[in-house]
């Protein structure tokens, strides 16, 4: 983890803890097949065998990422 500037709001224990599990979650970034929207799937690593049955996602750069956040097309999706 890079070291943060410290935050009244933020105890030094939520960012461990947040870093914990930024480090058991997996994701896959990309634009929907059907309505060009950007997918954001996100999951526990126990997961990762899931995300091989969902409907696949094309690859998205950084330009049209910016442009979907902006027009508010961005899906959030949980892998269980």
Not at 11 to 27: C, I, P
């Amino acid at each position: 983890m890079t070291d943060a500037p410290e935050s009244p709001a933020l105890s030094r224990e939520l960012l461990q803890g947040l870093e914990t599990l930024g480090g058991q979650l997996v994701w896959r970034i990309g634009k929907d097949e059907s309505s060009d929207d950007i997918v954001v799937r996100l999951g526990y690593a126990s997961a990762t065998p899931r995300f091989a049955h969902l409907p696949r996602l094309r690859s998205a750069g950084d330009a049209e990422l910016q442009v979907a956040l902006r027009d508010n097309r961005v899906v959030i999706e949980w892998v269980d």
